[in-house]
T-cell receptor, first 112, second 110 residues
Framework: KAGVTQTPRYLIKTRGQQVTLSCSPI?????VSWYQQTPGQGLQFLFE???????NKGNFPGRFSGRQFSNSRSEMNVSTLELGDSALYLC???????????FGPGTRLTVL | TQLLEQSPQFLSIQEGENLTVYCNSS?????LQWYRQEPGEGPVLLVT?????EVKKLKRLTFQFGDARKDSSLHITAAQPGDTGLYLC??????????FGAGTILRVKS
């Protein structure tokens, strides 16, 4: 099976702009989670989608949103970008049994 | 407050040495996972331990889940430069919510 894919791999934006990141899960995986990873804060959970519904949400402001489509593909959106949003954004899909996460390579977002 | 405490935060050792990374919590987990992440890539699942007291071996890596299901350890024997990376533990709480530790950065020098 193909792994989790994320696009784009790298992105440079300026403050105030918005960005949309895309994730295609492993075929058959219905759960998709998003994480933000920074050197200072480590890996932080953003949200999880299962069958097009947000099932869990981390402690991030409303500028961070996501959605999942009927084919399990997912997007996350960050509006009104701030410098502190610069991070590696990771998407992971799961088969749910032990909630084992299969991560994509990430999108490196730089906000200038 | 970190629900899962990992120690040490950083480890730099010579090739051939042994090491242990710890993952501790006051919470009980239904299972626990270990991941390794290399620079520029996403974390890769190494193992899932499910039963209290369980020990799993993956070549030179030995994983243990505490009897009370609150802690875990990863022991690497005869470390190699290819073991370099960020090691993350993640506990699965009842209800299937995942909690990640802050990670241990391992550097193995040749």
């Amino acid at each position: 099976k193909a792994g989790v894919t994320q696009t784009p791999r790298y992105l440079i934006k300026t403050r105030g702009q918005q960005v949309t990141l895309s994730c295609s899960p492993i075929s058959g995986h219905r759960s998709v989670s998003w994480y933000q990873q920074t050197p200072g804060q480590g890996l932080q959970f953003l949200f999880e989608y299962f069958s097009e519904t947000q099932r869990n949400k981390g402690n991030f402001p409303g500028r961070f949103s996501g959605r999942q489509f009927s084919n399990s593909r997912s997007e996350m959106n960050v509006s009104t970008l701030e410098l502190g949003d610069s991070a590696l954004y990771l998407c992971a899909s799961s088969e749910q049994r032990y909630n084992e996460q299969f991560f994509g390579p990430g999108t490196r977002l730089t906000v200038l | 407050t970190q629900l899962l405490e990992q120690s040490p935060q950083f480890l730099s050792i010579q090739e051939g040495e042994n090491l242990t990374v710890y993952c501790n919590s006051s919470s009980v987990f239904s299972s626990l996972q270990w991941y390794r992440q290399e620079p520029g890539e996403g974390p890769v699942l190494l193992v899932t331990v499910v039963t209290g007291g369980e020990v799993k071996k993956l070549k030179r890596l030995t994983f243990q889940f505490g009897d009370a299901r609150k802690d875990s350890s990863l022991h690497i024997t005869a470390a190699q430069p290819g073991d370099t990376g960020l090691y993350l533990c993640a506990g699965v709480k009842y209800g299937n919510k995942l909690v990640f530790g802050a990670g241990t950065i391992l550097r193995v020098k040749s």
